[in-house]
Structures are given as C-alpha cells and as structure tokens.
C-alpha cells in the first residue's frame, strides 16, 4: 500500500507533543514571576469615608432676632451644588492637610512599613544617581519645616479623592496609602480637623477672601476662556454662523444652477459640431447659457449667413458652371463662412470649458468652505460653553463671598453644616496589586502564549520529522528509519 505524501494531522500534532516541555515551563514561569512582581511592587490600600452636608442652618441667628421678626423669618432647607463645591474646596484645602502633618508629625509619614523590594530598590538607585550626578537632598536640608510639611501634604492630597454622590447629599472621600493602618489614621485625623476647619472658614472674616479667591480663580478662567473664543472667532472670520452657512448654502446653490447651464451649453455646441462635420448647418433657437446673449446672436447671425449662402451657391450652379467667376465666388463665400462658423463654435466651446473648470473649482471651494464653517462653529460653541460654566461659577463665588461677609456680622449665625456619616475603615487589603486577579490573568494567558511559543518553535526548526521530509527534499527513497535509541551517544560511529 502506497503511503500518503506530505505531512499528516498526526505529524503535526506530534511536533506539537514533542515541545510540550515549552508550555509547562510557561504555565509554571508567567504565574510565579507575576506573583513574584505582586510581592515586589508596594502595595496600595484604600479607605473611604462619607460626609453629609445638611441645609443653611439660620436657627441660633433667630434666637438673636425678636419674636416678631423670627416668626415672620425664613429658614433655607436646600443645598446647592455651590455648597456641595465649596465643601469639597475646603476639604482639599492645602492648609487643612498641612495642618495634618503638622500634628502627625513628619516621622510618621517618613517611617514606612514594609516597602516594597521595587521601592527600596528605587529608593537605593536613586541615592547611587544623586551622589553620581548631584541630587535635590541637598536642597530638601535647607527647607523649613513648615515647608516640608506642604510638600508632604501635596504628596498626600495626590492621593485623596473627593466626589459627589449623585441624587444626594452625601460627599465621597476615598483615600489611598501605601499602609493600611495609616491610611485609616490619616483619613480620621483630617476628618476631625476638617469640621473645626469648615466652620473657621465660614465664621472668621477670611471667609469672604476665602471665596473671593475662589472668584478671582474663576474670573481669571473666563477671562481667558472668552479672550481665547475672541481670538477663534478673528481667526477663522466667525460673526454669525447660521447667517455665513445660509449665505454659503445659497452660492453653492447658484454655482450648481450655473454648471447646469454651462453642462446645457457645452452640449449644445459640441451637437452643433458635430451635426456641422456632416456637412448638416444647425438651425433652431440656441439656449443662452451664463447670460450671454451676444455670442448667441453671433452663432445665429452665422449660421443664416451660411444658409443663405448654400442657398446662394445651389442658384449659382443652376446658371453658371462651376468654373465660371461666380460659382467660385459663391463657393468660397460658403467656404469662408463655414470656416467662421466652426472658429467661432469651437470658442465658444472653449470658453465654456473653462467657465466649467472654474465653476467646479469655486464649488468645492465653497464646499470646503462650508466644512470647516461647520467644524469651527462647533468649536466656538464648545469654547463657548467653558466660558459661560466659567462665567456663573465666577458669579456664584461673587455671591458667596457677599453672603459670607454679610454673614459675618451675625453672631451664632452658621452657613452650611457638615457631618461626617461614614468613618474610615480598615482595608483589609490592597487595591494594587491584586494577586488573585493578576495570577488568574497570567495563567489564563500562559496557554496562548505557550501554544505561540510552540507554533514559533516549530515554524524555527529546519530538523526532519518524517521519511516524507527526507525523501520530498533529497529525492531518494529512505529504507527504513530507526528511532533514537535510550543512552546512545551520537559521537560514537
């Protein structure tokens, strides 16, 4: 029985099979060097903790009021989105996570627990490029404490996130650190010095200045945000766009209506020459095309002249023969006119090619045109946009402040409340890294990447697998084929 030529499934399967060694070593390497860099990398826990600002509060202001008046008064129940704002500014104040440090102190921040052997390993090249190179350590000696304290509260603030609940009115903290225990600490401390700190702010004088800084901040933002829609707008010729899209619109429109005539035109002409090639002279009224009617008069002046004259030269050589002076006469009259007539055709023709030619240029110019009227209205409504958010944001901080200063004469008087509902909690573990997930991805992804290996390996390896190989590359037939025997050394002969 003929065996089957080529490479067959078993074959290659059984390559497969031979190097299976690659997506075990894969299956065991990817997983424990992704555990292993979990273990490295320093870990990263969160806490959250949750505020509620309740409404303006004018209770303790009444009972400074006579009864009459505190009868007739008005209590504010609602938040605004302005005091859920304010709130978090004052949460992410730079002097609030100052005064934090101030109280921990630098060495509880400076005294890590178990670092990550990646950020020691960092920390010790960074010390070996500063003593190479020179490094900021130097610098970092002569700050004041003071200084190093907002340094350290900026590092700090990296890594707090404040946001609203939405529908409510419940402030979101979430907090991360490298430690678990301190990442609690430190969000329960600034939590406590946070309720003293929202009230300070509102009572004192510098809550005027507080929210006019904010105002400035904002005013600054719109100035430059409607200084920049002034620039857009110069640059791109941007007045009124629904009026520049109209007036565009409408001169497409016209110059579609004249390629339509210049099309009706070309047409006509390039029938009248080639009616005029069979020796056949146009006649019948011709469309004046682009208004120009005196080159329509002319074709039509022509064309009754070259009738005539044919008619001329028909009555000629009924009379005359056709040596004779005034059959030549007449033939060359017919002669010449025709000659006329096609110059002045194919110029015509002429001119309207080119009046085509331009038209279609100024079409998709206007079209280009229209595009990026189009595209650059948009952007000046998106630029637009950020100045008027900037704009009322400016105007509602101007309010604030008049509130708060107004608010300041009045003794008891309390703007805005908050309390804290949720305290932070221990996290029992880390957001970053996650071994279980980061394991289970790197041992799903070991087979792909194994079997890829594999499929590399084998495409690589120009070795003979089978008898066909042998025989289909150097043309003889094998005999036999024997199998690499256990213990045998390929030296010996």
């Known amino acids: 029985m003929k065996e089957t030529e080529g490479v067959s499934l078993r074959d290659s399967l059984n ?3 031979r190097r299976l060694y690659i997506l075990k070593i894969v299956l065991v390497v990817l997983p424990a060097s992704t555990l292993l860099a979990c273990y490295l990398i320093s870990p990263v826990f ?8 309740t409404a303006k509060d004018e209770r303790t202001g009444l009972l400074l009021t006579s009864p009459q ?16 704002n304010s709130a978090m500014e004052i949460f992410v104040s730079l002097d609030l996570w100052t005064s934090l440090v101030s109280k921990l102190g630098l060495e509880f921040f400076e ?6 052997m990646l950020k020691r390993l960092k920390s010790q090249l960074s010390d070996w490029t500063g003593e190479f190179f020179g490094s900021d350590k130097e610098s970092e000696k002569t700050m004041t404490a003071d200084e190093k304290a907002r340094e350290r509260a900026r590092s700090l603030l990296a890594g707090c996130k404040v946001v609203p609940v939405p529908k409510s009115k419940v402030l979101e903290v979430n907090f991360r650190y490298g430690d678990a225990a301190k990442a609690q600490q430190i969000l329960t401390t600034v939590l406590d010095l946070y309720l003293p700190y929202h009230l300070e702010v509102y009572s004192l004088p510098e809550a005027k200045d507080f929210f006019a800084g904010l105002g ?18 110069g640059t791109w010729q ?13 001169q497409i429109g016209l110059v579609r209506d004249a390629l339509v005539d210049i099309h009706a035109g070309i047409k006509q002409y390039q029938t009248m020459l080639d009616m005029f090639g069979r020796d056949v002279v146009p006649t019948g009224q011709l469309v004046m095309v682009g208004g120009n009617s005196r080159e329509s008069t002319v074709i039509t002046v022509l064309a009754s002249q070259l009738l005539r004259a044919r008619q001329s030269k028909l009555e000629v050589q009924e009379k005359f023969d056709r040596d004779s002076r005034n059959y030549r006469d007449a033939e060359a009259m017919v002669n010449d006119l025709k000659i006329e007539f096609k110059q002045t055709l194919e110029s015509e023709l002429a001119t309207l090619e080119a009046k085509k030619s331009a038209l279609e240029a100024s079409l998709q110019q206007k079209q280009r045109d229209l595009g990026q009227l189009e595209e650059k209205a948009q952007e000046a409504e998106r630029m637009a946009l950020e100045a008027t958010i900037a704009k009322e944001r400016y105007l509602q901080y101007v309010t604030k402040a008049e509130e708060a200063g107004l608010d300041t004469s009045k003794q008891g008087r309390q703007i805005g409340n ?10 029992e573990s880390p957001v970053f890294p996650k071994k279980s997930l980061f394991l289970a991805a790197a041992f799903v992804l070991a087979f792909p990447l194994g079997f890829g ?3 590399i390996a084998n495409f690589l390896d120009h070795t003979f697998d089978t008898p066909h190989e042998v025989e289909s590359i150097t043309g003889y037939k094998v005999l036999a084929s024997f199998r690499k025997l256990p213990g045998s050394n390929p030296k010996l002969r």
């Not at 959250?48 to 600002?53: F, G, H, M, S």
């Not at 008046?69 to 859920?84: I, T």
Request: no cysteine; charged share 30%.
């Open 418 to 427: 908050v309390r804290v509902v949720s305290k932070p909690y221990l996290p």
């Open 69 to 84: 008046a505190a009868g007739s008064a008005h209590v504010n129940l609602n938040v605004e989105e302005l005091d859920l």
């Open 216 to 233: 400035n901040q904002y005013k600054r933002q719109f100035e430059e945000a409607d200084k920049r829609l002034a620039e857009f707008k």
């Open 46 to 53: 969160e806490t959250k903790a949750k505020i509620l600002v």
């Open 238 to 250: 941007i007045a009124f766009p629904e009026k520049q899209k109209e007036s565009l619109i409408s």
């Open 15 to 17: 390559s497969v099979f």
């Open 111 to 116: 005294s890590r627990d178990k670092p990550g």
């Open 453 to 455: 290996i594999i499929m």
